[in-house]
């Protein structure tokens, strides 16, 4: 003779999806029944996953929790790690761009990383390298200016660098203006030079070019040699 007894469903605390989505085995026991020698039955018991469902449920759930609270914080402090770590290299960028305007900066950012600070010590050496090249070439450039347009015996400007002068104060003005333009040649400078040797020659010269200068300058004009 068989007896079933069996307890009306439950629900347990967790959705009916979950239950649907893991479905776990309703484990089961035996037990035999017996008289003295004489075996009079055996029980069957089968145990219901609801307790195993809610443990599982509120695994999942707290998990997902806490997941969704440390994925967030983990970006944010990935985020401000890689700004760290990759702000030299904005400074590098910086650096390269104003270099490129003729801008020579010197980084003083002193990274952690070994290869970003080898890019802040390259960038800073070409930094002083270019502004170095940079200071020489335009020192001989002057230089070179200057001597196309002055005397190299007086220090005046020569005909080219008078002209260039006069171009740049009265040429293209519309307003009149008047002055005097004076011409002093110095007669048989050859024999002066003569007697008195290439030396003391180029210092009379300077001399007397000296005090066309200074009248020239006072009276608000310039002075040459042609």
């Not at 967790?14 to 003295?36: D, H, K, N």
């Not at 996953?49 to 998990?63: C, G, I, K, S, V």
């Not at 347009?149 to 009149?176: I, K, M, S, W």
Request: charged content about 25%; overall charge positive; proline content about 4%.
């Amino acid at each position: 003779r068989l007896v079933s007894r069996s307890l009306a469903p439950v629900q347990g605390r967790y959705p009916e999806w979950f239950a649907r989505l893991f479905e776990l085995p309703a484990p089961t026991a035996e037990s035999l029944v017996s008289g003295g020698w004489r075996q009079l039955g055996k029980v069957q018991v089968t145990v219901h996953p609801r307790f195993a469902y809610e443990q599982l449920w509120q695994t999942a759930r707290d998990t997902l929790i806490y997941l969704l609270f440390i994925y967030p914080a983990s970006l944010i402090a990935l985020r401000m790690f890689l700004r760290d770590v990759l702000r030299p290299l904005a400074a590098v960028e910086s650096a390269a761009l104003a270099i490129a305007a003729r801008n020579f900066v010197t980084l003083r950012l002193r990274p952690s990383t070994r290869e970003l600070a080898r890019a802040v010590e390259a960038i800073n050496l070409l930094s002083r390298r270019v502004n170095e090249t940079v200071e020489g070439e335009t020192r001989r450039a002057e230089k070179l200016q200057d001597a196309a347009h002055r005397d190299q015996v007086t220090g005046l400007l020569n005909a080219r660098g008078f002209a260039a002068r006069f171009g740049e104060l009265y040429e293209g003005d519309n307003a009149p203006f008047a002055g005097v333009l004076a011409l002093v040649e110095l007669g048989d400078l050859a024999a002066a030079n003569r007697r008195l040797g290439a030396e003391r020659c180029d210092a009379l010269l300077r001399e007397i070019c000296g005090a066309f200068q200074e009248a020239a300058t006072t009276s608000g004009g310039l002075a040459a040699r042609w």
